[in-house]
């Protein structure tokens, strides 16, 4: 059974680069087409799809924060990473990753999400 | 502003039936399937109707799905205390090239 987990800094400062990484088990993260991806949530608002990458390094990405955000895959560790940098408060946000059911499809396995916080 | 328009809440008693509605645009939900999603408080949401009106294993026939033109809409019948969460909408927008979702809707169960 596939199961993703996320790591990442917790708390962090303003104009700092957010990284993430989404550990993936149970499967390996380049034995498919899939788009692996990235959706956040702020306190209290709804989701926000963030970016998607596969392991062949092609990625798309929200169009408001492409200036900001980098995706990355490395697949000796089974891990897809998210950098995003400059961030200010409105990037606080539980980050989630997640897989999609088919190639083509919404996700339907999600991480836990982890909490970041950027405060001064 | 979310791109595909939920209302922000919805209510009803144990055994009625509630339906949440979700508005598009052609790129997306005119075009492409609707996905709907149930999050309770604290975890990651859950997959409950995929392409349209297709229900993962697991989810009780009590949820269903449909779509119509650039609207989607999610029912649930037979109203249960557990189904007090918040409902998301989700589709591909091929204007955006990525993934849209509605703002949530609250289900309260009274």
């Known amino acids: 059974q596939l199961h993703l987990q996320e790591s990442g800094p917790g708390l962090m400062k303003p104009s700092e680069t957010l990284s993430l990484a989404c550990t993936v088990s149970?499967?390996?993260?380049?034995?498919?087409?899939?788009?692996w991806a990235w959706i956040r949530q702020p306190p209290g608002k709804g989701l926000e799809w963030i970016g998607s990458?596969?392991?062949?390094?092609?990625?798309f990405h929200r169009p408001s924060l492409k200036s900001r955000l980098t995706l990355s895959v490395d697949t000796s560790k089974n891990q897809f990473s998210l950098h995003l940098s400059s961030v200010t408060a409105t990037d606080t946000a539980v980050y989630y990753c997640?897989?999609?059911?088919?190639?083509?499809?919404?996700?339907?396995?999600w991480g836990p999400g982890t909490m970041v916080t950027v405060s001064s | 502003q979310s791109v595909l328009t939920q209302p922000p809440s919805a209510s009803g008693t144990p055994g009625q039936r509630v339906t949440i509605a979700c508005s598009g645009y052609?790129?997306?939900?005119?075009?492409?399937?609707g996905y709907w999603y149930q999050q309770l408080p604290g975890t990651a949401p859950k997959l409950l109707i995929y392409?349209?009106?297709q229900r993962p294993s697991g989810v009780p026939d009590r949820f269903s799905g449909s779509k119509s033109g650039t609207s989607a809409s999610l029912a649930i019948t037979g109203l249960r205390s557990e189904d007090e969460a918040d409902y998301y909408c989700?589709?591909?927008?091929?204007?955006?090239?990525?993934?849209?979702f509605g703002g949530g809707t609250k289900l309260t169960v009274l």
């Open positions: 997640a897989r999609p059911m088919t190639p083509n499809d919404a996700f339907d396995i």
């Open positions: 149970g499967g390996s993260i380049s034995n498919s087409d899939y788009y």
């Open positions: 990458i596969h392991y062949s390094g092609s990625s």
């Open positions: 052609n790129s997306n939900l005119g075009t492409n399937d």
């Open positions: 392409r349209n009106d």
């Open positions: 989700v589709s591909w927008d091929d204007s955006l090239r990525g993934w849209v």
